[in-house]
C-alpha cells in the first residue's frame, strides 16, 4: 500500500531548464491532431530533408560493428578518431595533440562535459543573444547563470564587444563564441575574433568555440577560432552532425588547446568523462572515416544552402514588416517581424504553427526579447517547399499585423 497518492515531485533545476526547439513540438503535436499537416521548420537536421549520411561513414560503422567494436571504448575516445581528430586540427592551424582531443556524444556532451568542468555553482558564463539554447540549459542544470552578450541584426548579428566588456565581473568564467552561428547565419570577419579572443585574455576567460558549421560556410571553410592563437585559452568543438550528415549518431569531438592554462580544465574534463565511460563506440569509427576520407558532399551541401539561404532571404524580405539578415552559413535564417504592441514572438510563431502548420522556433527561446519579434527558420526543405512555405508565411503574416 502506497503511503500517499502525491506525484513524484520534481528537481526545481528542472524548472529553470528549457530548450525551445524541442519543447515547441508538443503545440505542433496538438495541431496535428485537429488534422493539419505540420511542416516542421524548428530542428536542424538534414537527414529529415533529404540530406543523406555519406555512404563511407555508414560503411564505417557497419564495419565496425561487424569487426566487433561493440564494446566500451576508452573514455576519451579511441586513439585512431583522436588522432584524425588532431590531425584535422593541425591541418587547419590548430597545434594540438591526440591526447587533448576528446570523442564525444555530439558537441552537445563536450558542451556539457566542460561547463561542469570549469563553472561553479553561482558563477556566469558569457552567451550570445540569441544563443544556441543547449548552454542555458546545461547552466540551469549546474546552477550557473548565462550573462547575455548582444549581438547586433543591424550589423549583420555581430557580437557588440561593448557589451561583453560591460558584462565581464568576477564571476565570470567563460566566454561562448558560435561562429558560423546558429540561430542567424553570421560569419564573425577575423577581427573579430581576435577582438573577442583579446577580450578574453584580458579577462582570464576560457573561449567555447562552438564550430559545427564551420564546414558550412557557402563561400568555404571558416578555420576554428584557435587557428589565430594557439596560446590561447580555447576549446574547439565539432560533430558529424552537420557537416557530414549524421545527427543521430551522437558522434562529435572537442580539442582542449594547447595553453598549459588549460591542463587543468583538460583534467577536469577527463575525469568527468570516466564517469559516461564513453561515447557510442562504433561511432567512432566513423569520426576517422569524416575526417580523413572524401569531404566532396560539402561542396554540393553548401552550394545547396547558399540557393536556399538567398531564397529565404529574398522571400522574407518581401514581406511587409519582416526583415531578414542574409545567412553566410549554416541552415538558418532569423528573421524579424515587427510586432504591433503588446504581441510576442510566442504568438507570431504559434500563430504560424495553428493557422498555416509552419512550426518555426521563436527567438526568445534563443534569449532575445520576446517583443523584440525574432524567429529562427531552418531552410533545408527544397527551394519549391520553400517557396510554398514562404507564400503561407506572407499571407499569415499579413493577417497578424493587419497589412
Ligand atoms: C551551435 C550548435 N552547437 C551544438 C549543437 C549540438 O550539436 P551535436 O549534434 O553535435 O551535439 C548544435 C545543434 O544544432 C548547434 O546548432
Redesign the pocket.
Known amino acids: 500500500m502506497p503511503v500517499t497518492s502525491a506525484p513524484i515531485r520534481t528537481a526545481k533545476r528542472v524548472d529553470r531548464f528549457t530548450y525551445a526547439i524541442r519543447n515547441i513540438v508538443g503545440e505542433a503535436k496538438k495541431v496535428e491532431q485537429t488534422g493539419m499537416t505540420v511542416r516542421y521548420l524548428n530542428i536542424?537536421d538534414p537527414n529529415q530533408f533529404g540530406f543523406l549520411t555519406p555512404p563511407h561513414l555508414i560503411e564505417a560503422v557497419v564495419k565496425a560493428m561487424r569487426d566487433g567494436h561493440n564494446g566500451y571504448t576508452p573514455s576519451p575516445g579511441i586513439a585512431e578518431a583522436r588522432e584524425a581528430a588532431a590531425a584535422d586540427f593541425v591541418s587547419r592551424g590548430v597545434n594540438v595533440s591526440p591526447d587533448r582531443v576528446l570523442i564525444t556524444?555530439?558537441?552537445?556532451?563536450g558542451?556539457e562535459l566542460a561547463l561542469t568542468g570549469i563553472v561553479d555553482e553561482g558563477e556566469e558564463v558569457l552567451v550570445p543573444s540569441p544563443t544556441?539554447p543547449?548552454y542555458t540549459a546545461v547552466l540551469a542544470k549546474i546552477g550557473a547563470q548565462p550573462a547575455y552578450y548582444r549581438t547586433d541584426h543591424t550589423r549583420q548579428w555581430m557580437p557588440d564587444l561593448d557589451h561583453i566588456r560591460s558584462l565581464i565581473n568576477p564571476k565570470t568564467r567563460a566566454l561562448v563564441v558560435?561562429d558560423p552561428?546558429?540561430p542567424t547565419g553570421a560569419i564573425y570577419p577575423e577581427k573579430m575574433r581576435r577582438d573577442l579572443i583579446a577580450l578574453a585574455e584580458a579577462h582570464g576567460l576560457v573561449i567555447l568555440a562552438?564550430e559545427?558549421?564551420g564546414d558550412l560556410a557557402y563561400d568555404g571553410a571558416v578555420p576554428p577560432m584557435a587557428a589565430l592563437d594557439n596560446d590561447a585559452p580555447i576549446i574547439s568543438?565539432s560533430?558529424?552532425?552537420?557537416a557530414y550528415l549524421a545527427?543521430g549518431w551522437?558522434a562529435?569531438w572537442m580539442a582542449v588547446g594547447s595553453s598549459p592554462r588549460l591542463d587543468p580544465a583538460l583534467a577536469a574534463i577527463k575525469k568527468l568523462a570516466d564517469g559516461r565511460l564513453c561515447s557510442p563506440g562504433p561511432m567512432q569509427y566513423a569520426v576517422t572515416a569524416a575526417l580523413t576520407g572524401d569531404r566532396s558532399h560539402q561542396v554540393s551541401f553548401r552550394q545547396q544552402l547558399r540557393e536556399r539561404a538567398d531564397l529565404t532571404t529574398a522571400r522574407i524580405n518581401a514581406i511587409p514588416g519582416m526583415s531578414c539578415v542574409a545567412p553566410r552559413g549554416t541552415f538558418y535564417a532569423m528573421p524579424k517581424v515587427e510586432l504591433p504592441k503588446g504581441k510576442t514572438d510566442v504568438d507570431f510563431v504559434l500563430g504560424l504553427l495553428r493557422s498555416k502548420g509552419i512550426l518555426t522556433v521563436y527567438g526568445s527561446g534563443f534569449g532575445t526579447a520576446p517583443e523584440d519579434g525574432f524567429f529562427r527558420i531552418v531552410f533545408l526543405a527544397t527551394p519549391k517547399e520553400l517557396g510554398a512555405i514562404y507564400d503561407d508565411v506572407d499571407a499569415f503574416t499579413r493577417a497578424f499585423l493587419g497589412v
Open positions: 536542424g556524444s555530439g558537441t552537445s556532451e558542451i544556441y543547449l558560435i552561428n546558429n562552438d559545427v558549421y568543438y560533430s558529424l552532425s552537420k545527427p551522437r562529435g
